[in-house]
């Protein structure tokens, strides 16, 4: 894994790549802010970059628009203190794979940054409920919604499991949680979560989220 840092304060910066290398992974270049990411990101050609959204001269969302439309390969992970919807959204609409809250356990972001090599999508507790409120239809399982919602929903056959795994990625519970509660293995729930991206042919985890949402596909029943 080659790992790339932009955050604008020194000392959390120094502390981030100490506790990364230490856990094993190579940091191979930080950036102070926005525009720094965004030349570095062109040098290095990092496989992931942890990125902060505040930054001075180009904040981070704007940095993360930049390299995705020109590097569209490398994956950012914004990690920072916001906690505002509108952060949230904008990040995940702009192409980042995941969001992260400074809060996150070092342990906790070792393994996330694991899962994403391996095509997950690393959210911090809460976030997934969020994106669906975001994108819940109104209406979407009342009997006047509207036939072409219906229409569209029905575009996509996912099975009762898979729908079951999508309610519970959802609401910010882990693979290995769900696996138990279906009695599953976790790398069973990890492959009908890969089936369901590739179905709805999407990139990530919090773009079906959202999508499911959208269509109706999740019963929304389930997070209130």
């Known amino acids: ?48 970059i942890l990125m902060d959204i505040k930054m001075p001269v180009c904040s981070g969302m ?15 992970v914004m990690l920072t203190t916001s906690e505002e919807d509108e952060d949230l959204f904008d990040a995940v ?9 400074k809060s996150t356990n070092a342990r906790e972001l070792v393994d996330m940054l694991s899962d994403l090599e391996k095509g997950e ?31 569209e929903a029905k575009r996509v056959q996912l099975t009762e499991r898979q729908l079951e795994i999508l309610e519970m990625v959802a609401r910010g519970i882990t693979y290995k949680e769900a696996g138990d509660a279906l009695g599953l293995t976790e790398r069973t729930v990890k492959y009908h979560m890969g ?13 079906v989220i959202a999508y499911a949402a959208r269509m109706g596909l999740v019963k929304y029943r389930t997070l209130e």
């Open 1 to 48: 894994m080659k790992l790339m840092l932009a955050d604008d304060h020194p000392l959390f910066l120094e502390g981030l790549q100490y506790l990364l290398e230490t856990h094993g992974i190579q940091v191979a270049g930080v950036a102070k802010d926005g525009k720094e990411a965004v030349v570095q990101a062109r040098m290095l050609q990092p496989d992931i």
């Open 62 to 76: 704007d940095a993360l628009k930049l390299i995705k439309a020109e590097m569209p390969e490398i994956k950012i």
């Open 93 to 101: 609409k702009y192409g980042a794979s995941g969001y992260l809250l």
């Open 121 to 151: 999508v690393p959210l911090s507790p809460g976030l997934g409920i969020r994106l669906l409120k975001e994108f819940k239809p109104s209406g979407a399982y009342d009997n006047n919604a509207s036939p072409q919602r219906s229409e």
């Open 195 to 207: 089936r369901i991206i590739e179905l709805l042919q999407l990139e990530n985890r919090a773009q």
